[in-house]
């Protein structure tokens, strides 16, 4: 059984940081392509980040490139994205999710077939 599982949301000031941390179990992790999306009441989910099974490819939407970093750790099967200088318009679910399917570089949120519930962000002025 796949579990993808997503924390390190909270509360935080704008300029402030975050960390966020996804576990996944049940499937091939260190040959996988994973990435982070967000989505904020009444609007799409937003492909945020991904990064290639062994790091060395990434990918940062305009909206988050220079302020979030994302990183992974094959041997504990962990996803990590790290946020800061984080604004208000960041608020929002922030998703892990795992790619499914053929090999390929994607941010295309119907690329990835295992998602976890979520944890929500939220940044005050």
């Known amino acids: 059984q796949v579990q993808v599982v997503e924390s390190g949301g909270g509360l935080v000031q704008a300029g402030g940081s975050l960390r966020l941390s996804c576990t996944a179990s049940?499937?091939?992790?260190?040959?996988?392509?994973m990435g982070w999306f967000r989505q904020a009441p009444g609007k799409e989910r937003e492909g945020l980040a991904c990064?290639?099974?062994?790091?060395?490819?990434?990918y940062y939407a305009d909206s988050v490139k220079g302020r979030f970093t994302i990183s992974r750790d094959n041997a504990k099967n962990t996803l990590y994205l790290q946020m800061n200088s984080l604004k208000p318009e960041d608020t929002a679910m922030y998703y892990c999710?795992?790619?499914?399917?053929?090999?390929?570089?994607?941010?295309?949120?119907?690329?990835?077939?295992?998602w976890g519930q979520g944890t929500q962000v939220t940044v005050s002025s």
């Open positions: 990064i290639n099974w062994s790091g060395s490819r990434t």
């Open positions: 049940g499937l091939t992790f260190d040959g996988r392509l």
């Open positions: 999710a795992a790619r499914t399917g053929p090999m390929g570089f994607t941010i295309n949120p119907a690329d990835f077939g295992y």
